[in-house]
């Protein structure tokens, strides 16, 4: 059933938008006389004032419930506290919450693992930055793994990078370089996996990938309103007035038109959300699971954030785990 929706949704939807529909508008729409665009207009300036309406509440409702910021967990060997430090600082700029805990060379050993637990629990994404030598990250990586938060890696490809032993290599591994010129696109992917109010926002704003659907069912209705004779034509009056208005929404065709055009779209527009939503969920069980890959991935996350934005990000080559890199630093007992 998952390859079918997903299916659908990348190779029948899109040529159901671009080729399809457009094709049918345009043979619809020749039945259009000028003289019915009025009526047509009218109806569909209500049809959206109608449609944003319920869509405008449920948005507000939730983001009553989720409006608030990503709260990012920060990881670092401590040979990387630097790099750690810039990388909060453009989270912050970003309006993304970092979470990092200071580098101590003697800290309190309870209190130090409270903190840490403590910190990461509350966390929505965790971040690495490992080292070359093992550390204390690998603990914290092994209470995000328990506590079930998205990991993300961050490794240079100057260096030769390893992840922590305690880390599989299923989850996303980002390359510090290519994040230098595609920054938003991390602050864009760390929000969307936090599920913040910015992210809430960008699925809603998916409306912009379906307009040209949208208008094409509006054509294609518009049509068979003509074709079967129920929207006549009217000769155009020479200026818009309240009476000319109100005559527009007694006519029978024109309550037709905007009833069918409003719950198209909002049918539509509720499969799509619904969609997006269980695709942001798939997409952080995959990560949680440290299963994650391209096919991971739909071509649209959402409103600012496609498959090949994540790519772009990546770490290109292999990585091997410290023990791995180092057999005799992990020995067994």
Known sequence: MEWLLKALEEKLLPWLTEKLLPWLGKMFLLQVEQKILLKAGVAALLGVIFAAAPIGAILAIHLALRGRRARVFISFQHERESLAEILAGRLASAGIQPVKLTFLDNPDHDRLLDEVKQAIRHCDVFICIPGRNPSFVESEVSMAFGLEKPLLFVVSERDTPRLPNTAKKGYPILGLER??????????????????????????????????TGFSLLGNIVGLLVMFGIMQPTQPPKAISYSVLHDILRDPATLCFLFVSVVLFLGLYAYFIRRRFELRSRVRRAICDERFGANSLSR??????????ILEILYPGSIVAEHEASPHAAGTS
């Open 179 to 212: 994040l230098e010129g595609n920054f938003t696109t991390f602050v864009n992917f760390c929000s969307y996996l936090a599920g913040d109010w910015r992210s809430v926002i960008r699925l809603y704003d998916t409306i912009w990938l379906i307009w040209a």
């Open 300 to 309: 649209v996350l959402d409103a600012s954030l496609t498959r090949e934005d």
